[in-house]
């Protein structure tokens, strides 16, 4: 079975950091691209980034661009979100997802993590 396992979210303050990872068993890691994804209270889910395992080939949402960055350790199968200077309007629960093509639409996407929460204070 295809698992993603979310992990790394918490509360932290206005301004700080948080580091997410996404493990990834199951399947065929350098044939996938991982994206990550977030859904606020009341709102639709809404895609961050995604990276190519197989290349490091990335892709960001505006709203993740000088904030966020995506990478992937292969020999983990690992793939992680720094986020750096959050903001309020960042707190959703963040998922991972594995699908096959370079985009963060989320449709797109077969295999989904639990999610993990991140909530940020002000």
């Known amino acids: 079975d295809v698992q993603l396992q979310a992990s790394g979210g918490g509360l932290v303050q206005v301004g700080g950091s948080l580091r997410l990872s996404c493990v990834a068993s199951?399947?065929?890691?350098?044939?996938?691209?991982i994206g990550w994804f977030r859904q606020a209270p009341g709102k639709e889910r809404e895609g961050v980034s995604c990276i190519s395992s197989s290349d490091g080939y990335t892709v960001d949402a505006d709203s993740a661009k000088g904030r966020f960055t995506i990478s992937s350790d292969t020999a983990k199968n690992t793939v992680y979100l720094e986020m750096n200077s959050l903001k309020p309007d960042n707190t959703a629960v963040y998922y991972c997802?594995?699908?096959?093509?370079?985009?963060?639409?989320?449709?797109?996407?077969?295999?989904w993590g639990q999610g993990t929460l991140v909530t940020v204070s002000s």
């Open positions: 997802a594995a699908g096959p093509v370079r985009e963060t639409a989320s449709a797109l996407y077969d295999y």
């Open positions: 199951g399947l065929a890691f350098d044939d996938y691209v």
